[in-house]
């Protein structure tokens, strides 16, 4: 099974390296990774997906709980959440279907950031199905030249936010 798992992770140097190690060392595969700041300067959001069973994946949170610089662990597959991706792609449009991707694009809710009919660039952000299915849709009126897509991106539905613990109070 598919999942998304969130990490927060101390702005370290070498602290990615950890996490990603602690993968390779098991036969992990990530599928895809992204990493960002957060609102905090000390701490880095680190999205990443990988597969395996529920009890493997338990696994690799408890894992990842261990490693010193993770500050926090949420497998966001296991509750309700949302979840995007971007992709840019590149295409070779016929000037005869320029029309018809133009509208692929527009109904699918992506934008065309370079209409050039050698180099025509369009911007989506959808689900992961959602993204493959344009891509799909695009090869009838387009030749596909580049994709670079950011993987998945997620966040929970539910009121409580994956953040750092707030630092203890002096007189606590």
């Excluded at 395996?52 to 597959?77: E, F, H, P």
């Excluded at 992961?128 to 596909?144: C, M, P, V, Y």
Aim: net charge neutral; hydrophobic share 45%; charged share 20%.
């Amino acid at each position: 099974m598919r999942h998304i798992i969130a990490i927060l992770l101390q702005n370290e140097a070498g602290a990615l390296t950890r996490v990603a190690g602690l993968f390779s060392t098991r036969g992990y595969n990530i599928e895809s990774l992204s990493v960002a700041p957060t609102d905090d300067p000390t701490v880095s959001r680190l999205t990443l997906v990988t597969r395996g069973s529920d009890a493997v994946i338990q696994q690799i949170v408890n894992q990842l709980n261990k490693l010193v610089d993770v500050v926090n662990v949420l497998d966001m597959t296991r509750g309700q959440h949302l979840e995007r991706e971007l992709v840019l792609l590149k295409l070779r449009v016929d000037p005869r279907h320029t029309d018809t991707v133009r509208g692929l694009v527009v109904r699918s809710g992506g934008r065309v950031l370079d209409p050039a009919t050698e180099g025509f660039i369009v911007e989506l952000t959808a689900s992961e199905a959602e993204i493959n299915s344009f891509i799909a849709d695009l090869a009838h009126g387009a030749q596909l030249l580049e994709v670079v897509r950011s993987g998945a991106l997620g966040i929970p539905r539910t009121a409580r936010a994956l953040r750092a613990a707030p630092p203890a109070t002096a007189g606590a």
